[in-house]
């Protein structure tokens, strides 16, 4: 079992929906990020969280460390959120992240 | 641009070649790093230098040697590699706390490297 699972792999949706992308974990942490990694390979930190809840623009992040789960939501989606969102966990006991397998989205206009 | 570059952003190389990949951070973070993303894998963890200490990575094979000449830098150097090895190398940076935590994850934009 993998210590960082993601949910769905693949997501395709409409212009306009509201997009959940789920992340559960197995080992105790310091922080959880999201990251976005466009076609071509390039990958942009989204958030790094601890506790609670995030937002920046129409992106918005929650954990909840007691169930050791975190959401990646994105409102009114755009054809250009069309990536692949990975949530990664950086340890409590070394400089290591392990990185889940990836949520590939794909956004139709 | 994150703060954190890569070159060259392409690379094609042949199995006798012998090339470097290089990294370099403008961020004042004391921990980088090397990943190597293969086709429909996650990301796997290369090397580590954190607090100018080295972490490797076991599992990776001696044609990969990693060089970190001070903070800013890091350098992967490719000897007699296979072609299984062509994948996007990803560099990162972070700042270690020293207590096992780190924080301000920055990604490069990566090197695809194809070995022929």
């Known amino acids: 079992k993998n210590e960082v699972e993601q949910s769905p792999q693949n997501l395709t949706a409409q212009e306009g929906e509201f997009i959940t992308i789920n992340c559960s974990y197995s080992?105790?942490?310091?922080?959880l990020h999201w990251l976005q990694q466009h076609p071509g390979g390039g990958i942009v930190s989204l958030f790094m969280?601890?506790?609670g809840k995030k937002k920046h623009g129409r992106l918005i992040a929650t954990i909840n460390i007691q169930e050791k789960h975190s959401s990646l939501h994105i409102t009114a989606s755009h054809p250009r959120d069309s990536a692949v969102y990975i949530c990664a966990v950086g340890g409590n006991r070394d400089d290591k992240i392990i990185f889940g397998k990836g949520t590939r989205l794909h956004i139709l206009p | 641009e994150t703060g954190v570059t890569q070159t060259p952003r392409h690379l094609v190389m042949g199995m006798t070649n012998k090339k470097s990949l290089k990294c370099e951070q403008h961020l004042g973070h004391n921990a980088m790093y090397w990943y190597k993303q293969s086709a429909k894998k996650p990301l796997e963890l290369m090397f580590v230098y954190s607090l100018e200490e080295r972490v490797e990575n076991n599992s990776v094979p001696s044609r990969f040697s990693p060089e970190c000449p001070n903070s800013s830098h890091l350098f992967l150097h490719l000897h007699t590699l296979q072609p299984e090895d062509s994948a996007l190398y990803l560099c990162?940076?972070?700042?270690?706390?020293?207590?096992?935590?780190?924080?301000?994850?920055?990604f490069g934009s990566g090197t695809r490297l194809t070995v022929v």
């Open positions: 080992v105790g942490i310091s922080a």
């Open positions: 990162a940076s972070s700042q270690a706390s020293g207590t096992g935590a780190s924080y301000g994850y920055t």
């Open positions: 969280l601890s506790s």
